[in-house]
Antibody, heavy 120, light 107 residues
Framework: QVQLQESGPGLVKPSGTLSLTCAVSGGSISSSYWWSWVRQSPGKGLEWIGEMHHGGSTNYNPSLKSRVTISVDKSKNQFSLKMTSVTAADTAIYYC?????????????WGQGTLLTVSS | SYELTQPPSVSVSPGQTARITCSGDTLPRKFSYWYQQKSGQAPVLVIY???KRPSGIPERFSGSSSGTMATLTISGAQVDDETDYYC??????????FGGGTKLTVL
């Protein structure tokens, strides 16, 4: 059974770069799945950040595209999110999830989420 | 940017039918998905491709889509169903978007 676990610094300074990783266990990140990042600001709704395939293809939220990169590290069986020029508005719980092979809107499983705070 | 519009809140009594709507211009051409999110937990899919129910999801959850509106229906809502629900679909460029979320109150 595939499980995902996010990890990150917890705190990033404004204008800095956010880097999060999602470790995949119980399955290979090189399988024919897409992998996704979603975030949720405190007390707010869900926001799709983007997705990637191990082959290198990516899709990003147009509103974040200029600041976001999603990449894969096959040797560690994990994928990563990098977001530049962060502000307080980027404070959120960040989730990683696997995209269903046939049904692209079906995200499962999800990680437990990691809180990222942007503050000086 | 593309938006999916949901009512902020819906309220029903236990045993009644709850309907949560999601409005978007591309819904006539794109599938809708529905997620349930309980406090402090990751979202869980309750409906996919407008009207299909994943295994393990109670039969009281159903979905439909007509024109620019998708609807999540909970027949015989239970107190345990009181939480947040999000619709999820794509814009015309296949970028994914969540609706703003609806808080369902069952009391």
């Amino acid at each position: 059974q595939v499980q995902l676990q996010e990890s990150g610094p917890g705190l990033v300074k404004p204008s800095g770069t956010l880097s999060l990783t999602c470790a995949v266990s119980g399955g290979s990140i090189s399988s024919s799945y897409w992998w996704s990042w979603v975030r949720q600001s405190p007390g707010k709704g869900l926001e799709w950040i983007g997705e990637m395939h191990h082959g290198g293809s990516t899709n990003y939220n147009p509103s974040l595209k200029s600041r976001v990169t999603i990449s894969v590290d096959k040797s560690k069986n994990q994928f990563s999110l990098k977001m530049t020029s962060v502000t307080a508005a980027d404070t959120a719980i960040y989730y990683c999830a696997r995209v269903h092979f046939w049904h692209r809107g079906w995200l499962d499983p999800w990680g437990q989420g990691t809180l990222l705070t942007v503050s000086s | 940017s593309y938006e999916l519009t949901q009512p902020p809140s819906v309220s029903v009594s236990p045993g009644q039918t709850a309907r949560i709507t999601c409005s978007g211009d591309t819904l006539p051409r794109k599938f809708s998905y529905w997620y349930q999110q309980k406090s402090g937990q990751a979202p869980v899919l309750v409906i996919y491709e407008d009207s299909k129910r994943p295994s393990g999801i109670p039969e009281r959850f159903s979905g439909s889509s007509s024109g620019t509106m998708a609807t999540l229906t909970i027949s015989g809502a239970q107190v345990d169903d009181e939480t947040d629900y999000y619709c999820y679909s794509t814009d015309s460029n296949d970028n994914w978007v969540f609706g703003g979320g609806t808080k369902l109150t069952v009391l």
